[in-house]
């Protein structure tokens, strides 16, 4: 079966700088990465998606990036705010959206 | 519109006893899935229904674990009797298809 990996697991960074979180995995038939952001006490909710015919895509601050080639994926926020902070979860599907394998999570702080 | 609705929040139990969880999907969503996040850990699917109908239980530890979704709306997922491995936070979630998940606030349990 697939397996997501996801690095790191825990990142600070300063507001209004960048944060990279980065994602591999091992199945080349997952065609679909979305991302999710848990905050404390609440379930993940979706931020981003991309399937794998495109190699980037933005919304706002969040981009994320797929290297099929290489088989990782990443999501990129640019000028974090406190707001930002949350664990971050990347998943890998197959076509038929059956079954999403989720990374092990990315506990993200951003200091004021 | 509204999103997907857990019941209880928390729960605290014994070891060996029983316990059931309760969640509402959204309207109009004809897949429903129980995940199981145990702390520090990314979701990991317990069972997928569409409808009223299984679609995947390979994960569910069907010694202890069972779920229902009658009339293919509500479903409950009961565990008896408890582990303390069981302590985790027990995130329901609904899609249209089988396409992103929306998922609810889970239901956080402890067993002592």
């Known amino acids: 079966g697939e397996n997501v990996e996801q690095h790191p697991s825990t990142l600070s960074v300063q507001e209004g700088d960048s944060a990279v979180i980065k994602c591999t995995y091992s199945d080349s038939a997952s065609n679909y990465f979305p991302w999710y952001k848990q905050e404390l006490g609440k379930g993940p909710q979706l931020i981003i998606d991309i399937r794998s015919n495109v190699g980037e895509k933005k919304d706002q601050r969040i981009a994320v990036t797929l290297n099929k080639t290489a088989k990782h994926f990443s999501l990129h926020i640019t000028e974090t705010q406190p707001e930002d902070s949350a664990v971050y979860f990347c998943a890998a599907s197959n076509d038929n959206f059956n079954k999403f394998y989720f990374g092990s999570g990315t506990k993200l702080n951003v200091k004021p | ?112």
């Open chain 2, 1 to 112: 519109e509204a999103g997907v609705a857990q019941s209880p929040r928390y729960k605290i139990i014994e070891k060996r006893q029983s316990v059931a969880f309760w969640c509402n999907p959204i309207s109009g969503h004809a897949t429903l899935y129980w995940y199981q996040q145990i702390l520090g850990q990314g979701p990991k699917l317990l069972i997928q229904f569409q409808n009223n109908g299984v679609v995947d239980d390979s994960q569910l530890p069907k010694d202890r674990f069972s779920a229902e979704r009658l009339k293919g709306v509500d479903s409950t997922l009961k565990i008896q009797p408890a582990k303390l491995e069981d302590s985790a936070v027990y995130l329901c979630a609904s899609s249209l298809g089988t396409g992103g998940r929306n998922f609810g606030p889970g239901t956080r349990l402890t067993v002592l």
